[in-house]
């Protein structure tokens, strides 16, 4: 499966996703629009505050979920301080460009 190699296709823009995709670090990064999918524990190790609010505050469904690189099911859209970020549950979550930043930031 492409996505064990590092590689994937974006569920926002369908370009090519890269980077390290392991037991220990899970991340990939969209070369068309930016957005990166981190795994969860990547996310702790790097932003542990943040990674601990992520199960607050659902949001509404978008009107097309956006599909998890990994397992390529729906993920769900959560509301953190104000920015909408897509998860799934059994492998990461989805940012768009910047959002991980801007949460960090924020927390």
């Not at 659902?58 to 956006?66: C, D, F, I, M």
Request: aromatic share 6%.
């Amino acid at each position: 499966m492409p996505y064990r190699d590092g590689t994937g296709i974006c569920p926002r823009c369908g370009a090519p996703l890269h980077g390290p995709w392991s037991e220990s670090e899970k991340r990939l990064q969209c070369a068309g629009c930016g957005g990166r999918f981190v795994g969860y524990g990547s996310l702790a190790r790097s932003h542990p505050r943040l990674s601990q609010q992520l199960g607050i505050s659902p949001a509404p469904l978008p009107q097309t979920p956006l599909a998890c690189p990994h397992c390529n099911l729906p993920m769900r859209a959560l509301s953190v301080t104000r920015i909408t970020i897509d998860f799934c549950a059994a492998h990461g979550v989805w940012f768009d460009t910047h959002e991980l930043e801007r949460l960090a930031g924020k927390l």
